[in-house]
């Protein structure tokens, strides 16, 4: 079975530029979450599909990010214009059922963004 | 929000059995614990979940006591390959992934 997987691994980019990095999640997996980790600090949640609607987008730090999954599949979360702050680790994760307890989270390898 | 309290890092010899004690002191009543590895370069990879008492699979043990306020993930024997960064995580898995704090995680380190 394949795994989530992540595109692209490594993104360079200058500040005020617009960058997509895209997410496709375990064939089947309904729950699909974005995390961050920026200038090695924590893992933060970003935001959370449950197929293609947004169950929660708390985390999302602001209108600059935009995340969509079209059809409940694949995702894809957008930075226009990207900022310095914005360089990190940008890890997606799924799991298979919603309102199950024991539900793991399977991630991706992340695509690391560099905002220069 | 229940967040969790762990050693920064940890050295361990190859071949040692290696406890990490993992402090939740706000653990809610619908709340699991689990714990992630992470490699370098790699997202984080699920070991084992447990609610109470005593978990074991293939790679770990989980042991979480009557008061559920900490949890220690037991790596038996490790080996050089379990060099990684290990999260301790609570929350109502299902409920929002806004529920789960990584925390600092514990960087263990296994020496030949």
């Known amino acids: 079975e394949a795994g989530v997987t992540q595109f692209p691994s490594h993104s360079v980019i200058e500040k005020g530029q617009t960058v997509t990095l895209r997410c496709d999640p375990i064939s089947g997996h309904d729950n699909l979450y974005w995390y961050r980790r920026v200038m090695g600090k924590e893992i933060k949640f970003l935001l959370h599909f449950v197929k293609e609607s947004k169950q929660d987008e708390s985390g999302m730090p602001n209108n600059r990010f935009l995340a969509e999954r079209t059809g409940g599949t694949y995702s894809t979360l957008k930075v226009q214009p990207a900022e310095l702050e914005d360089s990190g680790v940008y890890f997606c994760?799924?799991?298979?059922?919603?309102?199950?307890?024991?539900?793991?989270?399977?991630f991706g390898p992340g695509t690391r963004l560099l905002v220069l | 929000l229940a967040k969790t309290t762990q050693p920064i890092s940890m050295d361990s010899y190859e071949g040692q059995e290696v406890n990490i004690t993992c402090s939740h002191n706000?653990?809610?009543?619908?709340?699991?614990i689990t714990w992630y590895q992470q490699f370098p370069s790699q997202g984080p990879r699920f070991i084992i979940q447990g609610y109470k008492t005593k978990v074991t699979n293939e790679v770990a043990s989980l042991f979480i006591p009557a008061d559920r306020k900490s949890s220690t993930l037991s790596l038996p024997r490790v080996s050089l390959s379990d060099t990684a960064v290990y999260y301790c995580?609570?929350?109502?898995?299902?409920?929002?992934?806004?529920?789960?704090?990584f925390g600092t995680g514990t960087r263990l380190t296994v020496i030949p």
């Open positions: 995580l609570v929350g109502a898995l299902g409920t929002g992934a806004n529920n789960l704090f």
């Open positions: 706000n653990i809610a009543t619908n709340d699991y």
């Open positions: 994760a799924s799991s298979q059922a919603v309102g199950d307890y024991q539900e793991t989270q399977y």
